[in-house]
């Protein structure tokens, strides 16, 4: 835990082959990360810009481009997975997350076999498979986890999408002996990006929509104490410099939960986030914030929704850029 008392996680979200060797080991050493997360955009960005996977990739040439795709994620999951596996055998996460490939979001049944085959090519008991939060990922992630397999909820950004997840998760450990981990992971940053703009306009505070969206969200899953289920606090960096760099994961921090963030944001907090805990915050001042931004003519849930879609479809992007690439 980075705040023992307060049983709050941080992870980084990156993975890349040189990091691994690297600079997440320091971060593991000096307790400030205990957990990593991934996503196709990520492994988009690595594998196609370092040049740490130019040798393996040669002597793939001859698998066709998911297989390529599948051997060289697999080997940085695993490779983070040994290295955080001290920390999981200590009960203090060690986690590492790999995603499905998103283009099976709606298919409950592939998505299950994907990511059982994933947890037994991975062969490491510290993966989180990562589930998008559609009707279908609810599906899977109860018949994952009634499997034993830790799942890692994610793309949401609704409350509904949050207590399904939750709900799904709770079904899945009733219908087996299998006790696992669970985490939500609720996206932030990307609804101050589409919103902002129109909220200064209209003189609403700005860079607090998805605070309180997800704080709302927090106290939803926190209310429904679902067996080692967790928040997770995702898409917490920032863009550009008219907020702290650390500001998603100062104004974020809850007990019982997870911050996922990218290595920079993770060293700015370090050197100089505020450490004390700003969730939970009451439903009633959440409502009235909602409420005016409601009575301003805009629909939120509309917005919620077309955000929903995006980040599905921008992993969906990355991952055929990568697999046209390979």
């Keep these: 835990m980075y705040i023992e008392e307060l049983k709050f996680s941080l992870w980084a979200d ?20 205990n957990g990593a ?9 690595a594998i196609l810009t370092s040049p740490a996977y130019k040798e393996q990739l040669a002597s793939l040439s001859h698998l066709g481009a998911k297989e390529k795709y599948e051997v060289l994620a697999i080997f940085d999951i695993q490779k983070a997975a040994d290295i955080l596996r001290p920390l999981y055998d200590a009960g203090d996460d060690g986690y590492v997350s790999i995603e ?16 059982k085959r994933l947890h037994v090519s991975i062969n490491r008991p510290n993966v989180m498979i990562k589930v998008p939060a559609t009707q279908a990922g609810y599906e899977a992630m109860e018949e994952l986890v009634a499997s034993g397999i830790a799942v890692n909820a994610t793309l949401i950004f609704s409350k509904e999408q949050a207590l399904s997840c939750a709900k799904a998760f709770e079904r899945g450990m009733a219908r087996s002996n299998n006790s696992v981990d669970t985490v939500i992971s609720v996206f932030v940053s990307r609804i101050d990006r589409a919103l902002d703009a129109v909220l200064e306009s209209k003189g609403i505070a700005s860079a607090l929509a998805g605070n309180y969206n997800a704080a709302s969200i927090y106290n939803a899953i926190e209310a429904l104490n679902v067996k ?12 550009g410099d008219t907020l702290r760099a650390s500001y998603y994961v100062d104004e974020l921090l809850a007990p019982h939960s997870v ?10 907090y370090v050197s100089g986030g505020d450490k004390s ?30 955000q929903i879609k995006d980040g599905l479809e921008a992993f969906k992007v990355a991952f055929t850029e990568i697999l046209e690439s390979l």
Excluded at 19 to 29: A, W
Excluded at 37 to 45: D, E, G, R, Y
Excluded at 228 to 239: D, E, H, I, N, P
């Design 14 to 33: 990156f993975i890349e082959r040189d990091y691994l060797d690297n600079e997440f080991k320091e971060l593991i050493d000096k307790g400030i990360i």
């Design 37 to 45: 997360t991934s996503n196709p955009a990520i492994f988009k960005s």
């Design 100 to 115: 499905v490939d998103p283009f099976l979001c709606d298919d409950a049944e592939a998505t299950i076999a994907e990511g």
């Design 228 to 239: 080692r289920c967790r928040t997770l606090f995702a898409s917490t960096g920032v863009k």
């Design 259 to 268: 911050n996922t963030a990218p290595v920079e944001t993770i060293k700015a």
């Design 277 to 306: 805990a700003k969730l939970p915050i009451a439903e009633e001042k959440i409502a009235a914030f909602f409420q005016e931004i409601k009575t301003a003519g805009i629909d939120f849930e509309a917005l919620i929704d077309t």
